[in-house]
């Protein structure tokens, strides 16, 4: 299967702990974007990345927050310290680039804190 | 104003019927149009992209007015398996990012 993977499927963090979210794109995109999705609500973009950059993150929270898309290996969206309000389905989907193109989803990572 | 607006719902619609919503998108400059579907608790998954001619993919239809500058989805024969909520996307030349609606929740009801 080539599409975009996440891992884990399923996380949980006690507070104050840290989570890290992965995410490799489908094969031949370099375009990755971070979604957040709390119950009952629509998706809120997080932070747009390419290989080494970080293109925007401006649905970025400026604390805890902070995500990478390294040369070799896959996306990383760090959480620190985590608190009671970070539970949600996060998702990440990548494109080949470019306005036109449609971006293609993992199956998202859903985060518990205790 | 937000920049790309849709009915939240829920459509509650009977099994067999033809249902349709609209999306709406604010800068006139946009430049692709895609439909997705998300079932709940689940990814969102590319419905169909959306061409200044118009598409179509079996029972579903999928119009561009630029002039009024809204995207239609159209759903012929509902089928119980259509509940989802529908999520419109609008990408602009400016704006590398694609910019989401919250969606439209749709209830296909036996």
């Known amino acids: 299967n080539a599409g975009v993977m996440q891992n884990p499927r399923h996380l949980v963090r006690r507070r104050g702990q840290e989570a890290r979210l992965r995410c490799s794109p489908m094969?031949?995109?370099?375009?990755v974007y971070w979604y957040r999705q709390l119950p009952e609500e629509g998706l809120k973009f997080m932070v747009y990345?390419?290989?080494?950059?970080?293109?925007?993150e401006s649905g970025m929270p400026k604390e805890r927050f902070s995500a990478e898309f390294p040369k070799e290996g896959p996306s990383i969206l760090r959480i620190q310290q985590v608190v009671r309000g970070d539970s949600a389905a996060y998702f990440c989907?990548?494109?080949?680039?470019?306005?036109?193109?449609?971006?293609?989803f993992g199956d998202g990572t859903r985060l518990s804190i205790l | 104003r937000k920049e790309v607006e849709q009915d939240p719902g829920p459509f509650n619609v009977p099994e067999g019927a033809t249902v349709a919503f609209n999306c709406t998108y604010s800068?006139?400059?946009?430049?692709?149009f895609f439909w997705y579907r998300q079932d709940c608790r689940k990814e969102p998954k590319l419905l169909m992209s959306?061409?200044?001619?118009?598409n179509e993919d079996g029972r579903f239809t999928a119009q561009l007015n630029r002039a009024s500058q809204y995207i239609s989805l159209l759903i012929r024969d509902s089928k119980l398996s259509d509940s989802a909520t529908y999520l419109c996307?609008?990408?602009?030349?400016?704006?590398?990012?694609?910019?989401w609606g919250a969606g439209t929740k749709l209830i296909i009801k036996p």
């Open positions: 989907a990548s494109s080949p680039g470019g306005v036109y193109q449609p971006q293609h």
């Open positions: 094969k031949g995109h370099s375009h």
């Open positions: 990345l390419q290989k080494e950059n970080i293109i925007d």
């Open positions: 800068n006139s400059a946009s430049q692709s």
């Open positions: 959306v061409y200044s001619s118009g």
């Open positions: 996307v609008v990408g602009e030349d400016s704006n590398y990012q694609l910019i």
